[in-house]
């Protein structure tokens, strides 16, 4: 399973676009690349998943450029309800089932 | 319609003592995986089940065990607890096939060990 790095902390003011790259050099054919979203005492929540290009949902984007060695998570004009932990994950997730590998994730905090 | 629902939402044990955990899915999920989470860390898996067998299994001792029931349901128990089993334990629920690769969680159970 590919190994993902991403920065530990960020901040940002609410109203802001944020971006949180990951970096995942070792990512095979058939993996794709996976947000989730964790506030304190809660499980993670799913975000966005794409594989090549760009994705886009009522949440965020997803940015993956053609050698998909990295991707960026942009959330457009965070609120300070954004603030949470954010994981990218690389993975063949339509067949490794359950198993998910997650980092330490990335740190929001958003300010007013 | 309910989300994955997990019991008990907070416990205290003390060491060597044992734990069971619950888990109900999302109506129509038939797949069941279990993670502890340390506080400060991301979750790592533990276990996952669909139809009632044991589809893989994480880095964890054999103190370990899990099971899943003929509505799908699971519970993870765990023996002879240690200090260092203190941790969010988070069940999470999928789809088997298409709809396989994502995942929903529960809020958790937190466990303190002392």
């Known amino acids: 399973l590919a190994k993902t790095t991403q920065p530990i902390s960020m901040d940002s003011y609410e109203g802001q676009e944020v971006n949180i790259t990951c970096s995942h050099n070792?990512?095979?054919?058939?993996?794709?690349i996976t947000w989730y979203q964790q506030f304190p005492s809660q499980g993670p929540r799913f975000i966005i998943q794409?594989?090549?290009t760009k994705v886009t949902n009522e949440v965020a984007s997803l940015f993956i450029p053609a050698d998909r060695k990295s991707s960026t998570l942009s959330l457009p004009r965070v609120s300070l309800s954004d603030t949470a932990v954010y994981y990218c994950?690389?993975?063949?997730?339509?067949?490794?089932?359950?198993?998910?590998?997650f980092g330490q994730g990335t740190e929001l905090s958003v300010k007013p | 319609d309910a989300g994955v629902t997990q019991s008990p939402t907070h416990l205290i044990k003390t060491r060597g003592q044992h734990v069971t955990l619950r888990c109900s899915p999302i109506?129509?999920?038939?797949?069941v995986s279990w993670y502890q989470q340390v506080l400060g860390q991301g979750p790592q898996f533990i276990f996952q089940?669909?139809?009632?067998?044991?589809?893989g299994r994480g880095n964890f001792p054999d103190r370990f065990s899990a099971r899943q029931f003929p509505n799908y349901s699971s519970e993870l128990n765990v023996n002879a607890l240690l200090l260092g089993d203190s941790a969010l334990y988070l069940c999470?629920?999928?789809?088997?096939?298409?709809?396989?690769?994502?995942?929903?969680f529960g809020a958790g159970s937190r466990l303190t060990v002392l």
């Open positions: 999470a629920s999928s789809l088997v096939g298409v709809g396989a690769n994502v995942l929903t």
């Open positions: 070792n990512i095979a054919t058939n993996d794709y």
């Open positions: 794409g594989y090549k």
């Open positions: 994950l690389v993975g063949d997730f339509y067949n490794q089932g359950g198993k998910l590998i």
């Open positions: 109506s129509g999920h038939k797949s």
């Open positions: 089940y669909y139809e009632k067998e044991e589809r």
